[in-house]
């Protein structure tokens, strides 16, 4: 099936400093990715939609200042977290999907950050 | 609002016995609907899709959708403790995926 990459798998930042994760689609192109974030125990909360040559859509109450989202190409996604403080630490995943029947829609492997 | 309900559980069952998952959707255009599992601090992965109204099997696992109902079941048959995780329904409504919050399903051996 298809492969979605994530990088890093986990990061470790201070407070205050910027962290940027990647997300890449590895076989197919991905015209829409999507970045979701997880608490502990919480379900995924999508964050936004990444779309390839556009300005992303965030849902409400993210910030989009904070959440840079960025897809440069068909196959890559980037997520930076601005001036990340320690309640951003979660983990976050991106996804993406091929089109056709089932729209099956694959993760990444994950990144866990933790801002100290 | 599009809501996604699971019963959180956990359900247990014993090995070789029949899982039965249960999810409900409120949004009736929803096209897809997906069930992953997510092992603990891992990312989740995609068991099955199904996006027509009746059962879809693929070895140990049957997905059963009622678009009338806005239901949708995951059936896994002679469970063995490997499966213990959490299970994600997911409701693609041309947009994005929306998730429930999980079941969590222990296999005692």
């Known amino acids: 099936g298809a492969v979605v990459s994530q990088h890093p798998s986990w990061v470790i930042c201070k407070s205050g400093t910027s962290v940027k994760i990647e997300c890449r689609s590895l076989d197919f192109q991905a015209t829409t990715m999507f970045w979701y974030r997880q608490f502990p125990k919480q379900s995924l909360m999508l964050m936004a939609t990444?779309?390839?040559?556009?300005?992303?859509?965030?849902e409400q109450g993210v910030e989009k200042d904070k959440f840079l989202i960025n897809h440069a190409s068909l196959t890559l996604s980037t997520l930076t977290v601005t001036s990340a403080h320690p309640e951003d630490s979660s983990f976050y995943i991106c996804?993406?999907?091929?089109?056709?029947?089932?729209?099956?829609?694959?993760f990444g492997e994950g990144s866990w950050l933790t801002v100290v | 609002q599009k809501e996604v309900e699971q019963n959180s559980g956990p359900l247990s069952v014993p090995e070789g016995a029949i899982a039965s998952l249960n999810c409900t959707y409120s949004?009736?255009?929803?096209?897809?609907f997906f069930w992953y599992r997510q092992y603990s601090g891992k990312s989740p992965e995609l068991i099955m899709f199904?996006?027509?109204?009746g059962d879809k099997e693929d070895g140990r696992f049957t997905a059963q959708l009622n678009k009338a109902s806005q239901y949708v079941s995951l059936l896994i048959r002679d469970s063995q403790p490997s499966d213990s995780a959490t299970y994600l329904c997911?409701?693609?409504?041309?947009?994005?995926?929306?998730f429930g919050k999980g079941t969590s399903l222990l296999v005692t051996p």
């Open positions: 949004d009736r255009g929803s096209q897809s």
């Open positions: 996804s993406a999907g091929e089109t056709g029947t089932g729209n099956t829609i694959y």
């Open positions: 199904i996006y027509s109204n």
């Open positions: 997911a409701v693609f409504s041309g947009y994005a995926l929306n």
């Open positions: 990444s779309n390839e040559g556009s300005k992303a859509t965030y």
